[in-house]
């Protein structure tokens, strides 16, 4: 059963109280007012960073102020999907201050995605240095990618998408389209990466169309992504060093006008997903839960998405996934990422051009 409140108290509002699976949670609007937020980081403080697609790089108060635009970034393509993308606070935030910000930026031939990271200090992006830049850059406004995740060894993992004409190339390995790249911190390909005498030696695995959503498993350290298919077709994938995921040549989904564009589904030396939508999702941003407010969820996936407008949450045994459920159900909300706050409390960001910030917590 659902059930739906509304009320104002204090900043914030209560838009929901909701009961599934013998879990009672509420939904608070904790911000609102951004333009199509992308992507939310928390620091150590309760406080977070978060990216407009079309605006900038905000901190939110832990209170759920927003400040002006923080200063720093070069600028960005705001042209079709691309923008000010993905972020990630460095796992050492507390003594270097630093954020990783992946955003579409122009060179020659077009633009692409790049990585860059600087030092956040008195209310600017200090000391920025480019730290990744998708090659070759081209001019289309599709499939960025553009999330950044770190692994347990500190290395800095970029997903990137195939920029949707140039879907044949991601089953090349001397350019970054449909891949997801491994660097260090700064910038240089990492020595055993398994292209490392290649073109483009960053390349970490190959084969996706468009990753937009990527964490780390908890547990296993291993880098988990899901990705958009065509019309049918989304995936979620446990990276492995070097393997091909398969796009353009095997997929589960079919061209958005219903023709094929292929009559497989595997392939021999092409991954499987670990499970994949029909129809799709249209998924965006996730995270595992890893908190003690909603024990029951320890170790679970939750995941965005734009399409249905709920949280799809998969419930996990390992690496598989048992039971699916739809939270935020009934709000309304494109749900562009998600994350999980020192508070032990989830956060949605929703996009559209008023977005919000929700935050999902123990009902009472």
Not at 92 to 114: I, K, M, Q, R
Not at 116 to 133: I, M, N
Not at 151 to 162: A, E, K, P
Request: aromatic share 8%.
């Amino acid at each position: 059963m659902k059930s739906f409140l509304l009320s104002a108290f204090s900043a914030s509002m209560l838009l929901s109280t909701q009961v599934m699976a013998d879990t009672k949670f509420e939904v608070t609007e904790i911000a609102s007012g951004l333009k199509h937020p992308w992507g939310i980081a928390f620091l150590p403080d309760g406080s977070a960073l978060i990216t407009e697609r079309a605006g900038g790089l905000i901190h939110m108060k832990a209170n759920g102020d927003l400040s002006d635009p923080i200063p720093g970034l070069p600028d960005a393509v705001v042209e079709g999907q691309g923008g000010i993308l993905g972020l990630a606070v460095h796992p050492d935030f507390e003594s270097n201050s630093e954020v990783y910000v992946c955003l579409s930026v122009a060179g020659e031939g077009g633009h692409s995605s790049e990585v860059h990271k600087g030092v956040l200090k008195d209310g600017a992006l200090t000391s920025v240095t480019r730290v990744f830049q998708a090659l070759p850059k081209v001019d289309t406004a599709f499939h960025f990618g553009c999330r950044v995740t770190f692994d347990r060894t500190g290395d800095v993992f970029i997903s990137l998408g195939d920029r949707g004409s140039f879907k044949e190339k991601a089953q090349e390995t001397d350019a970054h389209f449909g891949k997801v790249v491994r660097v260090t911190q700064d910038g240089k390909p990492v020595a055993d990466n398994p292209f490392i005498d290649g073109k483009a030696p960053e390349i970490y695995t190959y084969g996706h169309r468009n990753v937009q959503g990527m964490t780390m498993h908890p547990q296993t350290g291993a880098i988990w992504t899901h990705e958009h298919g065509p019309k049918g077709g989304d995936e979620i994938n446990i990276l492995n060093k070097g393997d091909n995921y398969g796009w353009p040549s095997i997929t589960y989904g079919v061209n958005y006008n219903g023709s094929i564009i292929t009559d497989k589904t595997e392939m021999d030396g092409m991954r499987q997903p670990l499970i994949y939508w029909d129809p799709s999702i249209a998924p965006s941003g996730m995270t595992f839960y890893t908190g003690d407010v909603f024990p029951q969820w320890q170790g679970d996936l939750f995941i965005g998405s734009l399409k249905f407008r709920y949280l799809k949450h998969l419930e996990m045994d390992g690496d598989t996934v048992v039971a699916q459920n739809n939270l935020l159900e009934g709000l309304d909300h494109r749900i562009r990422d998600v994350a999980q706050g020192p508070d032990g409390n989830l956060y949605v960001i929703t996009d559209a051009p008023d977005g919000k910030v929700l935050k999902i917590h123990a009902g009472k």
